[in-house]
């Protein structure tokens, strides 16, 4: 565990708005940096009441999430608690969640995020393993209402990310099977789901174990229902005969095994662990505690530690700059100067650390829009980083990195330039001096052949030197040339003169 910074919050919030129920976990940060648990609650209000069927959020249901998110304000004032607050699959396919995300800001004080289903998976990923060693690999399964997580990973990093459109809820209303189920109903339920996962995870992913971990509360009702006494997994083959089992019951019946809110919901999820698991050719599932709330806990606390440096959203990125066919030598090294850049001016831009993975990612993709179009590349990068899945940055953070991407060339990253538009004024002030730093750090690789070895900044009063060491084959006039003409917005977003120096 990394150790605490001395400003980092003694008290942090995660809230889970799903689509069965909202969630608030209040967690106080020790000495050692590790959490302790304060304060959990469940309110099983349906926010995906309707949705899959209508595909908006009904204004009853909004109107209980609001109360609900208003309560869980007040205990996080309370315990003056840093929040995150995410929401999942209900939220984020409702046509009306930009009124509903603004409406619980408006009357809650609450940022609710609807987070993609990758960056979802991402953070059970984060919560489920977190600490493991790095030589362990693991497959987990969450099931929620409306999605169903998957993640192959090394210790605690993800390898691979999915999400699909199935979940308890959504299969339930889908096949109307809250009540009591006919075997022609199951096997069509079971065809759907196991169409989905077809579709959406590899047909082979060799090497992994065969227990999955399952992360969520229909897994563990699952689990506990299928499995034989005080086990705490189950094999598959007893999974099915439990599908049969509960296709068989009555909702009274099930209501017996189940809390009420779980009881009308749970075949469906039964249905999804069932398949999902026979499509991974696994054995057995073992029910887990953790899950969401505890990764949103653990990347509250990792961004709050000085120093802390999430290296899978690089590695992400640089994934995703691949697909696109970049220049991968002359990503690389952009990346490099421009973090050299940050690192050594950090006296004169007086940005925050934590805006350093903004630099570096748009430094990696800035040029994915030439996959398009050369001639106006900056705006098609920036139009598929505002559309991208990149688990690690929401989506507010993921809006500043393209557009930071976008002004590596062309228009100069000026106040009122229309790219600017929709942004407050401190992420004006980012984005302007992250651009700034990433066309500097491009210019400087203009030729594509890596001519600067080392970059070494020198400050003066009035002047930032760039002294730079070449290669030994590294003619640098085009790289000169090109700094020539990032002078004047240097001088104008920093005050100072920018030089140019070549050492050797």
């Not at 099915?240 to 019951?249: E, I, K, N, P, S």
């Not at 590695?315 to 990503?331: C, I, K, N, V, Y």
């Amino acid at each position: 565990m990394p150790t605490a910074a001395p400003h980092q919050p003694t008290v942090l919030a995660a809230i889970d708005v799903g689509t069965n129920a909202v969630r608030l976990e209040l967690a106080r940060v020790g000495t050692d940096g590790m959490l302790e648990v304060l304060h959990q609650e469940r309110d099983p209000i349906r926010p995906g009441e309707g949705v899959f069927k209508t595909g908006e959020i009904a204004k009853p249901v909004a109107d209980r999430l609001v109360a609900t998110m208003r309560r869980y304000a007040a205990l996080c004032r309370r315990h003056h608690a840093v929040v995150k607050a995410v929401a999942t699959s209900a939220v984020r396919e409702a046509r009306n969640r930009e009124e509903i995300l603004a409406r619980v800001q408006r009357e809650a004080g609450i940022t609710l995020e609807a987070i993609s289903g990758k960056e979802e998976a991402r953070l059970i990923c984060l919560g489920v393993l977190q600490g493991r060693p790095r030589d362990k690999r693991a497959v987990l399964i969450d099931i929620g209402g409306g999605s169903t997580e998957v993640v192959t990973a090394e210790g605690e990093r993800p390898t691979n990310l999915w999400s699909l459109q199935l979940g308890a809820v959504r299969v339930t209303d889908l096949f109307s099977a809250s009540g009591r189920v006919t075997p022609q109903q199951l096997t069509l339920m079971r065809k759907h789901v196991s169409e989905v996962a077809n579709k959406m995870l590899p047909r082979r992913m060799n090497g992994l174990p065969k227990m999955a971990r399952g992360s969520s509360g229909t897994i563990n009702a699952v689990v506990a229902f299928a499995a034989e006494e005080g086990a705490a997994h189950v094999k598959v083959d007893a999974l099915g005969r439990a599908v049969d089992q509960l296709a068989a019951m009555t909702p009274s019946q099930r209501r017996k095994h189940f809390d009420p809110q779980r009881a009308d919901i749970v075949l469906g999820g039964a249905v999804v662990l069932e398949m999902v698991a026979r499509h991974l050719k696994l054995d057995a599932v073992a029910a887990v505690s953790r899950g969401l709330r505890d990764g949103i806990l653990l990347d509250l606390l990792r961004r709050s530690v000085v120093g802390y440096e999430d290296r899978d959203l690089p590695e992400t990125a640089l994934a995703m700059a691949r697909r696109f066919g970049t220049d991968e030598p002359h990503t690389r090294q952009v990346r490099a100067l421009a973090l050299s850049l940050f690192d050594q001016l950090a006296k004169l831009h007086k940005l925050p650390i934590s805006t350093r993975p903004y630099l570096e990612v748009a430094a990696v993709l800035h040029d994915i829009g030439n996959a398009v179009s050369y001639e106006r590349h900056h705006k098609h990068s920036y139009y598929l980083i505002h559309h991208a899945d990149l688990p690690g940055l929401t989506d507010r953070e993921r809006e500043l990195v393209a557009r930071v991407a976008r002004y590596h060339r062309r228009a100069d990253p000026e106040v009122n330039h229309s790219g600017m538009s929709g942004l407050e004024p401190g992420e004006i002030r980012t984005v302007r001096r992250l651009a700034t730093l990433l066309r500097v750090a491009d210019a400087l690789d203009r030729s594509h052949r890596q001519p600067v070895q080392e970059l070494v900044v020198r400050s003066q009063p009035a002047a930032i030197t760039l002294r730079l060491h070449p290669s030994e084959e590294g003619a640098l006039d085009l790289e000169l040339w090109n700094v020539e003409k990032e002078r004047a917005l240097f001088k104008r977003v920093f005050c100072k003169q920018l030089n140019v120096t070549v050492v050797g």
